[in-house]
């Protein structure tokens, strides 16, 4: 089974050019998340879409960025103006919906690691 | 608020045994998960604890008191390759809140 798919898998860009992060999750899988993680904070959560549609995006910094989830098999995260201070490693995950599974653990794709010079 | 601890680093031998702790204190709990990074790769599931108690799996083992808002892992016969980060996440529901991780590094 392919997991959680991701690309690119790194991405260098200038200050104030806009970044297109893409996922994959896990086929059958309805819950799916962004993160981001810096050595400083952590992994944080950015947005949780629950059958495509956005539940949660406290975590989301501001309005630079945004994330959609056109369908059931593909999600995208994009920073616009990408500045030098979102340079982190970004981790989608996808999961069962609650309750359908033992322990509705997440499984993370291999991330996408941004420098934004 | 959310707070939940893990020592920074830890270094151990091979053949060893190794604590990793955990304290937390969150609003709402539903479990508590142990996940392994890889320098460079994605987290990976270890455990998940929902009741107070240790749970068993192989040479790792996780222990929860929601009592005292405390966790530990537990790693036995240490290999090398269990060099990573290992990561305690608290659940709400949906919501997992992660530790900053602990780095530990396994010597020969």
């Known amino acids: 089974d392919a997991g959680v798919i991701q690309s690119p898998r790194h991405e260098v860009t200038e200050m104030g050019q806009e970044v297109t992060l893409r996922c994959k999750p896990i086929?059958?899988?309805?819950?799916l998340f962004w993160y981001r993680q810096t050595m400083m904070r952590g992994l944080e959560l950015l947005i949780y879409f629950n059958n495509n549609v956005p539940i949660d995006d406290s975590g989301m910094p501001e309005d630079r960025f945004s994330a959609k989830m056109p369908n059931a098999s593909f999600s995208t995260l994009k920073i616009q103006p990408s500045e030098p201070r979102d340079s982190a490693v970004y981790f989608c995950?996808?999961?069962?919906?609650?309750?359908?599974?033992?322990?509705?653990?997440?499984?993370f794709g291999p991330g996408t690691r941004l420098t934004v010079l | 608020g959310q707070n939940i601890d893990q020592p920074t680093e830890m270094t151990a031998t091979e053949g060893a045994i190794v604590q990793i702790n955990c304290t937390y204190q969150?609003?709402?709990?539903?479990?508590l998960f142990w996940y392994q990074q890889h320098a460079g790769e994605a987290p990976t599931f270890l455990s998940y604890n929902v009741l107070d108690g240790l749970e068993e799996k192989g040479r790792f083992s996780s222990f929860l008191s929601r009592s005292k808002g405390y966790s530990y892992l537990l790693l036995k016969e240490l290999q090398m390759k269990d060099s990573a980060s290992y990561l305690c996440?608290?659940?709400?529901?949906?919501?997992?809140?992660f530790g900053t991780g602990t780095r530990l590094k396994v010597l020969a």
């Open positions: 995950a996808s999961s069962l919906a609650l309750g359908q599974g033992a322990y509705n653990e997440q499984f």
């Open positions: 086929s059958g899988h309805n819950s």
């Open positions: 996440a608290v659940t709400r529901t949906y919501k997992y809140i």
């Open positions: 969150t609003s709402g709990f539903n479990g």
